[in-house]
């Protein structure tokens, strides 16, 4: 009996090494199909918990079917595994010059070739270690594919910095003494990861185009988020301890002064205990919850809610909770294990019951990612099983899916902001932020976010000048959310006299532009484009090899260093916005122009194409540069959003020469009725007449299909 089932098993050996490969170091990563241009490959025994499952990530099969099949990215075919004490070991062949992008919201640097990593949700710390708010296991090749590794533990990654000895392209040793070639960092060709769990799944995605990669990875989450128009509004969020008298005096003042105004966050005081939290109103300082957010709503006005999850003894749901919470508290409130539905409905009754159902729109979910030093610790148990890591990793995503899903019930968008999120949060309404102040690596993670399917928002606090503060100011219009977090110190958008006049522009510039941002969000929802990009995800953007560029002398070529150098700088902004911040103390700045036609924004004067050129501004601008054939729809500055079913008149300009197109997008702005085909897209093109002429014309509606445009006047912005 023994021997037949031992002969069973070597047979059963034998064909699996066959199927498989068997290689000295381990396995051929097996890919199957799962969508056109996205392949798995199952490695070891997954975990039943994971990072798409926390999400509860649904795939847009309609959008990946249109994006088209596409072959298997060849070189990936020569990655391996292997299941070694527990853990799974991947590694993924890298050619040389091939660069990295992506594993999360990184602050610091853009591409990822020569680093390592551990990914862990946590504050981030000042250094792209791997710990940051959203440290998304996945990468992009600017060979034209992704990989994802769908786990949620602490991944360990060594993105092209070790050598095998077996490596095809092994460098030789050399000797130090002598030879000046001796480098401390030799050339590896190999990403490797270590992901403590015996399995996982891992992704692929297609490009040829990194792009077309980051479309696939985002479908695959199921889509980009669709934020309501409001949300592209304005927002305040007010001292912590406002009352509610004072939250109305605070939204009287904006409308007094002429500033645009869609919602206003109530920081911890609005609870009756914060740190950890009850989930109640504070009934001193707001005595009517349901009259004050009538009344805010009737001021056109929406109210966001800061919380984080903890939950402390005098919070009405706490007893109920407990039993389902994990070992450890944090700050003396208990953990709700969320990754049980139960613990997650207990903690939804009671903000749909006491928030919700009175009209509030959203949540700014704190403290998700953790500190080390007060969250729970690795050794937490929690009642599901499913480990402190995998919950520490997740907890971010968690939230988002239960507070959103509530807004669904209600079929009532929302928009609000997380400080930790993960692989298959790309379809959440939810915007990243922190408590980190660097202007620069503001704008850098800006720049990556859009690796990871995150949005990440500039947010402005306070600045020593007013000077510094425009310039924040103006990046943060350019951003998914247009925020002033002034919880501590109530700063407003006028506390700087001096730049008041030009803050005031651009954020009414930030309104006119929502028809724009409006439609790329919408381009981000249905095709996966994120609104909000890095440079090398621009179309012909250092499409050149370093190689290549060898005998380009930069000074003959400023290009070229668009294609050596890394690019944290400048990003863009829809279809065709290029946006060039200046920070504190600059008046002038250096701008690498992707190949085509660029104009300015402002006056739509040509300024040049595939090249670096040199800019300067005054306080009163950013620099931005429009695409040729760029068409921009804006609407006038107006104060709120428009409401479902409100028409307003737009602008629609355009820049250059070449024939424009442009696609608007078009449904109510605050419901789920998108969904079920209630949205129209209509087509904006541009282009000289028989006489030279330059003509514009926009498509009708859909009979039947939401169509909120009023009059339409067109403005040629290129002489
Ligand atoms: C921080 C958060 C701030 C603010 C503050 C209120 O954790 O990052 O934006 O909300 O809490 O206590």
Known sequence: MNSIKEMKKIIGLIIVLALFGYKADGLNLVWEAVAPGVWKAVAGTPEKFDLLKAAGVKPNLEALSKLGNAPIPISIDESFLEIFEGKTLLRFPLVKEEQLYGFGLNFKTVQQRGKILQLHVDHYGGTDNGRTHAPVPFYVSDRGYGIFVNSARYITVYAGTAVRKDSPEAPIPRDRNTDKKWSAQPYSDAVEMVVPAAGAEIYLFAGPSMLDVVRRFNLYNGGGCLPPRWGLGFTQRVKSLYTA????????????????????????????????????????????????????????????????????????????????????????????DLTLPEAQQIMADQLSKDQISLGVSGYKIDECDGYDRWLWPDVARFPSNNSAEQLRQSYGLLLQRMTNSLFRQQNSRTFGLVRASNAGGSSFPYVIYNDYYSHEDFITALINSSFSGVLWTPEVRGSKTGEEWIRRMQTVCFSPMAMINAWSDGTKPWSFPEVEKEVKAIALLRMQLMPYFYSEFAKYHFEGTPPFRAMNLEPGFGSQSKSELKNFNLGENPYAEAVTKELKDQYMAGEFLLVAPLFKGQTERKVILPKGKWYDFYTGKYVGSGELIKVSAGIEKIPVFVKDGGIIPLMPPRMHAPAAGEKYDLEIRYYGTSQGKYLLYDDDGVTFNYEKGDYSWRTITVSPDKKGKIKGSISVAEKGKPDQIGDITWKIMTE
């Open 245 to 336: 008298d004072q939250v109305v005096e605070e939204a009287k003042a904006f409308a007094d002064k002429g500033f645009p105004l869609d919602f206003i966050g109530l920081e911890p005081g609005w609870q009756s205990k914060s740190y950890p939290c009850t989930f109640q109103w504070d009934k001193s300082r707001f005595p009517d919850p349901a009259g004050f957010v009538k009344k805010m709503a009737e001021m056109g006005i929406r109210i966001n809610l800061w919380t984080n999850p903890y939950v402390s003894p005098d919070s009405p749901i706490y007893e109920k909770i407990k039993p389902l919470s994990g070992s450890h508290t944090v700050w003396g409130g208990i953990v709700a």
